[in-house]
């Protein structure tokens, strides 16, 4: 007595390869997307006060960093 397993895909089948090319192309899409999105969030995270500071630094009254960094 043997017994014989098989496994059905479940959901559609993709037997064509124009199917598994769009796929494929979709996947890679999200995937870059969301990774571009991640690393824009740690750029815009760390670089926000930096920015702010060279953007004070610039200005026509040249501040002190001192009193750019001040709260008053």
């Known amino acids: 007595m043997s ?14 390869s124009k199917k598994s090319v769009d796929n494929s192309t979709s996947k ?8 571009t999105i991640k690393k824009a969030k740690v750029v815009t995270h760390y670089g926000f006060i930096p920015l702010i500071i060279i953007i004070g630094m610039n200005s026509d009254p040249k501040p002190s960093i001192s009193q750019l960094l001040s709260p008053v």
């Open 28 to 35: 890679l899409l999200k995937e870059w997307s969301t990774w």
């Open 3 to 16: 017994s014989k397993v098989v496994l059905k895909a479940k959901g559609k089948s993709t037997k064509g």
